[in-house]
């Protein structure tokens, strides 16, 4: 059965036993710090398992992208090695949001593998909790199991958590028995199962986890408000159970990918021979690096983007192993692409994006690899061990881009240590400044911080958010609390003020009360709710209010909001559709927005992203704002930011036509409010990510203004009129480089008449010409065009010349071939002179030059010139 069936299967199954089948989340989790990637089905419902967030549904269904490269989840060093392992894999599961417990979860697994796979019961063996008593009398009851089949294990192996804390529980894993066919089905112990299946011959394929605890930072479980259900079955694992292959990459899901590999490396895959590792890892890999990317992750040198990074050059690395000296892991992602594009159809879309940025980053990579190979060949011979220093560990890093777990990989392979400490040290400097960075991105307060001592009448009463409708509003005061720095925080029934979300700045406005009133300078969300905040004047008291957020500053804000959404559409009919937003940020002074691009763009492209927003604008399109169910919306092809947490219903804002997007902030009601845009400044803020800054409105008029007024003062200085300013400026260009052109030859002939007036004032020692003088020239380059000069002209002969050519005292030598053959060399000689006026020099036999730290003594020095020369010419007689 291949793989997509297999997958259909099962989402088909579970939607018609009341399961809602929900589309996989991105690899990026949307506001969850505790993980790098998303490594389970369950990782889009913490939220739901927590009691944090209600869904429409209690049953719910999924095929999920997870990658487990990093963190806490890190299988990167053993893809390849093994017969299972991967960095990029699909879980399928089951969840249950408080409705049916083990009982249910047990029955559907059982008759999903048995009857709907048909898969020989008496090859099924199942493991509980050791405290599990009740999941281990269901197995008995539901499927007919003795306790012979049931083995009970530790936490190790049967309690479940996504992380460190977070929802988590006793679970029951499914495993398939892979013996040898005389042996399959027969009696084992306990102790032969375990060590067994650790030898892979009895297979996990199905992990049922009870959730019924939240475990704290301190450890501590919490029983969850309903006990739920979170399963995960690995597709790739089913799939060889099903295909009767005994590695999950001999599956359909691998087997198109690496003989790609093979193709391009032009060797046969032998999975026995060691070089079958490298091809596993290029498959692997592939799929990693091809989903990754397209979920918004860029290689980088930091977070997720080094990740990305690392399984980049390990993939290189093995694929150099093979003897590839050129891109090959690109051929492999296209073949991923080509394999997976029917079930993610947006990995085809953005086909080139993600070929293109595998390219560069192997590319960069094979540009060091080699001379990498040589040093670390150099700090640990393969005849050799010991450890590899911390300072040697990171010149690999920092050079040539090795990563350090490439670093310690191959040093295993050599029996060598890695100075991990060391390392670190080393790499301390660099990491502090982004510690930095990401310390001050940080926000002032935490919301759970805030989430205490409100004073409130009714706890219950409900909020309206009125800032999509009004910016003003007649309403009271819900609730209040003082914050730490003696500010007045206040909730608001009807509430007209936009808490700062999605890269939209929070409003500023008033709140007018009876006998008080307060300056709003910061709004934040509060356990559900949107607070304001700040200074009070008067006594305040609780009651009506009249709440007014600063009109002209939202509407610039929203100008930049929707200038932004047409920016985005602008930049992917430009450039390509592999743009996609990356950050931003929407002011009433500016947009700023960051996007998925390589390179600069051309003056061209930014004028026609220009042209096509303010074309946008003057068409006056009307915006439509909907509600509407996430997986309609993004059927009907609004984006979505991948780093954004989505409920079940979403509001997208369209421009019809142009763009379409889910978004939570305020907008203009027709473009053409936007009133004009202008590009300030384009600029590359990390690997793979561009910048582009804008002005709407006012501001965009006002910078024309400016320009315009630039270009009169530029006219008015060069004496002509704006429309001639072009051709002006070619002409006093080509002036310049005429009058550059007539200097050079008038020093050329001055040059000329300095070499005779030189040689002119030449002496004669034992028959040799010599020339010891101080000129005056312009620069360095002067002076050996000097220098070049003299030697052609004396034929024979020896100069040594003083100058302060660019503010810096100099000695210069040459010598003429004969000369040199006699023994006088110009580097000798400048050596010899300039340590009479304390400088040191060197150079070639024919030309030399030295600094002088004492040019007062450069006359006495320039003095003994002939005496020097007639020593050596006596030296090379004798």
Request: proline share 3%.
């Amino acid at each position: 059965m291949h793989a997509d069936e297999i997958r259909t299967r099962f989402l088909q199954y579970f939607v018609r036993n009341g399961h809602e089948e929900v589309a996989s989340s991105a690899l990026v989790p949307a506001d969850d710090p505790t993980l790098l990637f998303t490594n389970a089905g369950m990782v889009q419902f913490k939220r739901v398992f927590l009691g944090q967030e209600k869904r429409a549904y209690t049953r719910a269904t999924t095929s999920q992208k997870c990658v487990r490269a990093g963190g806490k989840h890190n299988d990167l060093e053993q893809v390849g090695f093994t017969a299972r392992h991967h960095t990029f894999f699909e879980m399928l599961g089951n969840f249950s949001f408080g409705d049916y417990f083990k009982r249910d979860a047990i029955r559907f697994a059982w008759e999903f593998l048995t009857e709907e796979l048909r898969m020989p019961r008496e090859r099924l063996w199942i493991t509980v909790h050791y405290s599990d008593d009740e999941a281990a009398a269901l197995w008995e009851e539901i499927a007919g199991l003795g306790p012979e089949r049931i083995f009970r294990l530790g936490d190790k192996d049967n309690f479940w958590q996504m992380a460190d804390t977070g929802p988590c529980g006793p679970c029951s894993e499914i495993h398939v028995d892979l013996r040898p066919a005389a042996e399959r089905g027969t009696e084992v112990e306990l102790e032969e199962f375990v060590e067994r299946g650790e030898k892979g011959e009895f297979l996990e394929i199905w992990n049922l986890v009870f959730m019924q605890f939240d475990r704290d930072a301190d450890g501590v479980l919490h029983p969850l408000p309903a006990p739920s259900i979170d399963t995960g079955a690995g597709l790739e694992r089913i799939a060889s159970v099903l295909q009767d292959v005994p590695s999950n990459y001999e599956t359909d899901l691998f087997t198109a990918l690496i003989e790609r590999a093979a193709r391009e490396i032009g060797q046969p895959y032998d999975q026995q021979s060691p070089t079958g590792v490298s091809y596993r890892v290029l498959a692997d890999h592939a799929r990693a690096t091809a989903f990754l990317l397209n979920d918004g992750v860029f290689p980088s040198n930091e977070g997720r983007g080094y990740v990305l990074r690392r399984i980049l050059r390990r993939a290189v690395r093995h694929a150099w192993l093979l003897g590839r000296r050129e891109p090959t892991l690109v051929h492999v992602v296209d073949a991923a692409i080509e394999r997976m594009g029917g079930v993610y159809p947006d990995l085809l879309a953005r086909r080139d994006h993600l070929l293109g940025t595998t390219r560069r980053e192997e590319e960069r990579f094979l540009a060091t690899i080699d001379e990498g190979m040589k040093r670390f060949d150099e700090i640990a011979p393969a005849d050799r061990s010991g450890t590899v220093s911390g300072e040697d560990v990171f010149k690999l890093y920092d050079t040539f881009g090795f990563p350090l777990d490439l670093t310690e990989l191959m040093a295993a392979e050599r029996g060598y240590a890695v100075d991990v400490a060391g390392f670190e040290n080393a790499l301390e400097a660099q990491r502090k400044r982004s510690r930095e960075d990401r310390a001050a991105s940080g926000i002032a307060m935490a919301d759970d911080a805030f989430a205490d001592g409100w004073v409130m009448d009714d706890e219950s009463a409900e909020q309206e958010f009125a800032a999509y409708r009004t910016t003003e509003a007649q309403t009271e005061v819900l609730g209040y609390r003082y914050t730490d720095d003696g500010k007045l925080a206040v909730l608001l029934r009807e509430n007209p003020f936009y808490a700062e979300s999605g890269g939209q700045v929070s409003d500023n406005g008033h709140l007018y009360g009876d006998g008080w009133e307060m300056d709003v300078r910061d709004v934040r969300k509060v356990g559900g709710r949107v607070a304001v905040l700040g200074s009070v004047g008067g006594t305040f008291r609780p009651g009506p209010v009249r709440a007014m957020v600063e009109s002209p500053s939202r509407r610039d804000t929203e100008r930049n909001h929707t200038a932004t959404h047409l920016l985005h559409a602008a930049l992917r009919r430009v450039l390509g559709e592999h743009v996609f937003q990356q950050g931003s940020l929407v002011s009433p002074e500016r947009l700023r927005f960051d996007f998925s691009h390589t390179g600069p763009m051309t003056p061209e492209q930014i004028s026609e992203v220009e042209r096509l927003v303010n074309d946008a604008i003057w068409e006056n399109y009307e915006l439509c704002v909907h509600q509407m169910g996430y997986r309609d919306a993004i059927g009907r092809g609004a984006m979505a930011l991948f780093s954004e947490k989505y409920g079940d219903v979403v509001r997208v804002v369209e421009i019809p036509g142009l763009s379409m997007e889910l978004c939570g902030g305020t907008h203009v009601r027709t473009t053409g409010q936007i009133g004009g845009f202008r590009v300030v400044s384009e600029s590359g803020v990390a690997a793979g990510v561009r910048r582009v800054e804008a002005v709407t409105g006012q501001l965009a008029y006002r910078r024309s203004i400016q320009d315009r007024r630039l270009l009169r003062d530029v006219a008015t200085l060069l004496k002509t009129r704006e429309e001639n300013l072009l051709p002006r400026a070619e002409a006093l260009l080509q002036e310049n480089r005429e009058l550059a052109r007539q200097l050079e030859k008038a020093r050329a002939s001055g040059g000329a008449d300095v070499v005779s007036e030189l040689i002119g004032g030449a002496t004669a020692v034992d028959g040799t010409t010599v020339i010891a003088a101080s000129v005056e020239l312009e620069s360095a380059d002067e002076a050996r065009a000097l220098g070049d000069r003299l030697r052609e002209r004396l034929g024979s002969g020896i100069a040594v010349f003083a100058t302060a050519a660019g503010g810096r005292s100099s000695l210069y030598a040459v010598a003429t071939d004969d000369l040199i053959q006699r023994g006088v060399r110009a580097d000798e000689l400048i050596r010899e002179i300039a340590a009479m006026a304390g400088g040191k020099g060197g150079g070639k036999a024919h030309m030399a030059q030295a600094g002088v730290s004492a040019p007062e003594r450069l006359p006495e020095a320039l003095g003994r010139v002939s005496e020097i020369v007639r020593a050596k010419l006596a030296q090379s007689a004798g």
